[in-house]
């Protein structure tokens, strides 16, 4: 059974950082891609970031391109997201997703595309 527990989150003010981390467990971790999604209060839950299974390759939503980066720790079953010049509009329960198919070679950025959710950590940004 795959688990996947974030941390991270908190209260910073506009133009800080956070780096949140989600520890995966139940499969082999460097064999899947994994990413972030992102809910704020009153709207869909959007994509955010992902890293595919060899860290090769990522992908960003343009509202954080260039201030976010994924990256990937295969030894510690860890995947991160360092946020930095952080916003208001960043504010949102900031979820962890883990793929289900093994060495995928295209990278999945719809939330149906995942079967693997955290609980979600709470990032708020003040302005």
């Known amino acids: 059974q795959v688990q996947l527990v974030e941390s991270g989150g908190g209260l910073v003010q506009a133009g800080g950082s956070l780096r949140l981390s989600c520890v995966a467990s139940?499969?082999?971790?460097?064999?899947?891609?994994m990413g972030w999604f992102r809910q704020a209060p009153g709207k869909e839950r959007e994509f955010v970031s992902v890293?595919?299974?060899?860290?090769?390759?990522?992908r960003y939503a343009d509202s954080v391109k260039g201030r976010f980066t994924i990256s990937r720790d295969d030894a510690k079953n860890t995947v991160f997201l360092q946020m930095n010049s952080l916003k208001p509009e960043d504010t949102a329960v900031y979820y962890c997703?883990?793929?289900?198919?093994?060495?995928?070679?295209?990278?999945?950025?719809?939330?149906?595309?995942?079967?693997?959710w955290g609980q979600g950590t709470q990032v708020t940004v003040s302005s």
């Open positions: 997703v883990a793929d289900n198919i093994e060495f995928a070679l295209s990278i999945a950025t719809m939330q149906r595309e995942y079967d693997y």
């Open positions: 890293i595919n299974w060899s860290g090769e390759s990522t």
């Open positions: 139940g499969r082999t971790f460097s064999h899947y891609a």
